[in-house]
């Protein structure tokens, strides 16, 4: 069987468009991947570099709150060994502590609001003035660590936030 010229032609022409369409489209796939693999490069290193920013903030904050706290601990400790300089045994002796102003401070330590005060709250309490002092100190201590802790928090929030200000932009 013969084949037409003509029909021979146009198994040609369709043979040669198929193998540029072909053709087009591994070059056009092959472009398009290298871009999109460009982009997630990128990406990724984008992304890697804030990690780093990130992790500098959090290291920073961690340090200037360690020292910070250090300071508050290092400063209160005086105060507190000093309480029996300024409460001495004789203003003990002379200020008995009643059992309801325990109960009330304890209360007040968990946030509770104690039983209604009776005749037995105003008994002397074995709790003395120096005992009172020095917890207050202890107390004040801890509210002070807390106080920085969250001032470090607050600052590591706004460096944070600025960070992903300045990606945003």
Aim: overall charge negative; hydrophobic content about 50%.
């Amino acid at each position: 069987m013969i084949v037409p010229p003509i029909v021979l032609r146009w198994l040609v022409i369709a043979g040669l468009f198929a193998a540029a369409v072909a053709f087009g489209w591994v070059k056009g796939a092959g472009h398009v991947q290298g871009r999109w693999d460009a982009e997630r490069a990128a990406q990724s290193l984008a992304v890697a570099h804030d990690t780093i920013r990130q992790q500098a903030i959090s290291a920073s904050a961690v340090t200037r709150y360690v020292d910070r706290v250090r300071v508050v601990y290092e400063s209160a400790e005086p105060i507190i060994k000093e309480v029996p300089v300024y409460v001495s045994a004789k203003a003990d002796a002379a200020a008995p502590v009643p059992v309801g102003f325990v109960r009330l401070w304890n209360g007040a330590n968990r946030g509770e609001l104690p039983e209604p005060a009776g005749a037995a709250d105003e008994a002397t309490a074995a709790v003395v003035l120096t005992d009172i002092a020095a917890q207050h100190g202890i107390e004040a201590r801890q509210c002070r660590a807390v106080e920085v802790q969250l001032i470090e928090l607050q600052e590591w929030l706004r460096q944070q936030l600025a960070l992903s200000d300045e990606k945003a932009e």
